[in-house]
């Protein structure tokens, strides 16, 4: 089956590619820890995405659902690596959205 070639497919690829491209230079200490993590993150997702496309209806469901908690769990790995200001562009900072602290957000609770 040939992948598909839609926004969605396409902009997880190049963000796939840039990403591993990406966390080659960080330095070792995070490039077996938090690195590995996130690329395996990255890469998950796009495997669910991927199978998601070839099934209907339940099974879909629920693996747009895995897909959904994999991108929340990318999105958290993310955020330590701008904390750690390895990354400061515009596919990282827009794959986040907007930013808030864990103690504003259990104010609002």
């Not at 879909?60 to 990318?74: E, H, I, M, P, S």
Request: one cysteine or more.
């Amino acid at each position: 089956m040939k992948i598909p070639d839609t926004p969605l497919f396409v902009k997880t690829h190049d963000f796939n590619v840039w990403l591993l491209g990406r966390t080659r230079r960080f330095p070792k200490h995070f490039r077996y820890t938090l690195m590995q993590r996130l690329e395996n993150l990255a890469l998950e997702f796009e495997e669910l995405l991927l199978m998601a496309n070839v099934y209907r209806a339940g099974e879909r469901r629920k693996l747009l659902q895995q897909a959904d908690g994999v991108l929340l769990c990318l999105r958290m790995r993310l955020r330590y690596t701008l904390d750690f200001e390895r990354f400061r562009s515009v596919p990282v900072m827009s794959l986040l959205g907007p930013k808030t602290s864990f103690a504003s957000s259990q104010r609002r609770s």
